[in-house]
């Protein structure tokens, strides 16, 4: 997946989806660290882009909100919302990910906010 498909794998790898697997699939270094190497990227499965130019303008405006030192935390939520749409999460599952990554902000309140965006 090359070329064409740059912000939406640049999407993907910054993903919870993808942080969450990143635990089980790049062994662990000292001091907490992981080993990137293609080899562990091999293993894991990167669905076929769609959205392109939906994850091309998110990606613009996170790049052009970090520039102006602006919060980019609700498009991030956007994107990891439609990564877990493309992957066909149950909300079982991505509470079990977003409860995993980050636990003191993970409430009944986020499950009802994600069905809230998932129907736009």
Same mark, same amino acid.
């Given at each position: 997946?090359t070329?064409?498909?740059?912000e939406y794998?640049?999407?993907?790898?910054?993903? +919870?989806l993808?942080?969450?697997?990143f635990?089980?699939?790049?062994?662990? &270094?000292?001091?907490?660290t992981?080993?990137? !190497?293609? /080899?562990?990227?091999?293993?894991?499965?990167?669905?076929?882009a769609?959205?392109?130019?939906?994850?091309?303008?998110i990606n613009?405006?996170?790049?052009r909100?970090?520039e102006?030192?602006?919060s980019? +935390?609700e498009?991030?939520?956007?994107?990891d919302?439609?990564?877990?749409? &493309?992957?066909?999460?149950?909300?079982?599952? !991505?509470? /079990?990910i977003?409860s995993?990554l980050?636990?003191?902000?993970?409430?009944?309140?986020?499950i009802?906010?994600?069905s809230?965006a998932?129907?736009?």
């Open positions: 997946m070329g064409n498909s740059l794998l640049t999407a993907f790898l910054n993903s +919870k993808f942080k969450f697997t635990k089980d699939y790049f062994p662990e &270094l000292l001091g907490e992981r080993e990137m !190497r293609k /080899i562990f990227f091999e293993t894991i499965s990167v669905k076929p769609m959205y392109e130019d939906w994850f091309k303008q613009d405006v996170i790049i909100n970090k102006n030192k602006l980019t +935390k498009l991030e939520k956007e994107i919302n439609k990564i877990f749409d &493309l992957y066909e999460l149950t909300d079982a599952e !991505r509470s /079990i977003l995993s980050d636990p003191e902000s993970f409430s009944e309140d986020s009802n906010n994600m809230v998932e129907s736009r």
